[in-house]
């Protein structure tokens, strides 16, 4: 008796020790909220958390488990602090080749407790080398099919679609070169003006730009010597919004809007002298 006695004593300080590590460290588990693809990586993390000096403990790299429905690796190990509070994260990363749901199962991690934050560290960590031991909750895979399917319907779609507003676009610029055949240049030059204001409307900066540029040269404004640095400033952002995808500001546009509509105003202005 006095001898079992005797092995609890000695043996009551690592019990404690276990009790007030496991207490003291914390495990979660934070699997991505979206599903990935057949074969892209799905990344889980395991987070081990804990209270008091920042070198407190170390979590060693954890043996991953072989699935027999995809694979595991490790993606990356981070630490991170916020007042008392720190943290290292394991992430892994599973794959898996066809779509379902999957279960990643618990994982197993190794916990060094440093007595003291200044204790020299171990030169050489081994299956031997004490440690703590965490074991996380199961993690569920989520991966979903590929799309190739519905995107060649959706594509598909939208050829049809661009087709048809091709066509209907076709029909009204040949309805608009017969109106326009009837109008003075100038206004011609007018109508423009309204064509690009609706396009600046609709967000289509190579039609708004296309549209000053077709209305100076409605008016021979676009030979001109006093505007042509205007007219070669407009080329340009018609090569710039069409080709390059640049957005030019706000303040440009109407810059640009006005000094076009400056010279229209003009022209019509000669035109009603005329008659």
């Known amino acids: ?64 488990p072989v699935l027999d429905w995809g694979g595991a690796e490790l993606l990356e190990m981070r630490s991170r602090s916020s007042g008392d509070r720190h943290e290292t994260r ?50 569920t895979i989520t991966i979903r099919g590929s799309r190739a399917g519905l995107w060649a319907v959706l594509i598909v779609a ?21 109106t326009d055949a009837a109008l003075s240049p100038s206004k011609q030059a007018q109508a423009l003006l309204h064509e690009a204001r609706r396009s600046r409307l609709d967000g289509d900066f190579y039609g708004f730009y296309r549209a000053l540029c077709s209305a100076l040269e409605c008016i021979n404004a676009g030979v001109s010597d006093s505007c042509r640095p205007l007219h070669a400033k407009l080329k340009q952002s018609v090569d710039d919004t069409g080709y390059r995808g640049v957005r030019p500001s706000d303040d440009a546009m109407e810059g640009d809007f006005k000094e076009v509509e400056r010279i229209v105003a003009q022209a019509l202005q000669r035109e009603a002298k005329e008659n």
């Open 1 to 64: 008796m006095n001898r079992c006695v005797l092995i609890f004593l000695a043996a009551l300080p690592v019990i404690l020790c276990a009790v007030q590590t496991s207490a003291a460290v914390e495990v979660s588990v934070a699997a991505q909220k979206y599903a990935a693809r057949p074969g892209d990586v799905f990344p889980v993390e395991y987070i081990v958390s804990w209270e008091g000096a920042p070198g407190a403990y170390t979590v060693l790299p954890p043996q991953l």
């Open 158 to 178: 939208l050829l049809l679609c661009a087709a048809a507003l091709l066509w209907r676009k076709a029909g009204n610029r040949r309805l608009a070169a017969a």
């Open 90 to 139: 394991v992430v892994v990363g599973y794959r898996a080749e066809e779509a379902g749901v999957y279960t990643a199962p618990p994982l197993t991690l190794r916990v060094i407790a440093w007595e003291e934050p200044g204790e020299s560290r171990i030169s050489a960590v081994d299956e031997n080398t004490p440690t703590h031991v965490l074991e996380t909750d199961a993690a």
